[in-house]
């Protein structure tokens, strides 16, 4: 059920950090990337998710090479993460959600979940590469109480990109390159 796929994502981004920033990429079509994006063995199935009650489809990872089921799951995550049965997960931590060009932030407030639009943090961006940097300088522009960022990716495009912005920042940047859980 996505219910349970929710809770899980939700609970493994939120770990040990007080602030995570979940910064996704945006799947259009037409797009320059569409090719590509068929090389990889995406398909051209039209995915529907209608609540936490839908079953998942039985090979959840093949379904993660398709833009259309990934962005189903981003909306649906964005919807069903602003439920107050996710307090319990989210507890004292602050979670922002970039996707689309939307990015909204969770939080817990008198018990209650709470999603607001950051403004800011709105991007027509497609590669979540390039919205990372607007996710760190924001943090570091207000001074988020993280005197550390650690940015988790595995791509060199992320690397690269964040070396070039390094110099511009006042706080302490990281790069968590590894794939596997146990990495911090």
Not at 62 to 86: M, N
Not at 161 to 173: D, K, V
């Amino acid at each position: 059920m996505y219910g349970g796929v929710a809770r899980v994502i939700l609970s493994l981004l939120c770990g040990s950090s007080k602030q995570v920033h979940f910064v996704c990429d945006t799947y259009r079509s037409p797009s320059i990337k569409d090719l590509e994006r068929e090389k990889r063995g995406a398909d051209s199935v039209e995915y529907v998710i209608t609540g936490s009650e839908q079953k998942r489809p039985k090979d959840f990872a093949k379904s993660l090479f398709s833009g259309s089921f990934k962005t189903a799951l981003l909306r649906f995550l964005a919807e069903e993460w602003q439920k107050d049965e996710y307090c319990t997960v989210l507890r004292d931590r602050q979670l922002h959600l970039g996707i689309e060009e939307i990015c909204y932030k969770y939080e817990v407030r008198d018990g209650a979940m709470i999603r607001e639009t950051v403004e800011e943090l709105q991007s027509r961006h497609e590669e979540a590469d390039t919205r990372i940097v607007l996710h760190v300088n924001h943090i570091n522009e207000n001074n988020l109480n993280s005197p550390t960022i650690s940015v988790r990716a595995n791509d060199t495009d992320v690397l690269i990109i964040l070396l070039f912005y390094a110099s511009t920042l006042t706080i302490q940047l990281w790069m968590d390159v590894g794939k596997n859980s146990n990495n911090s």
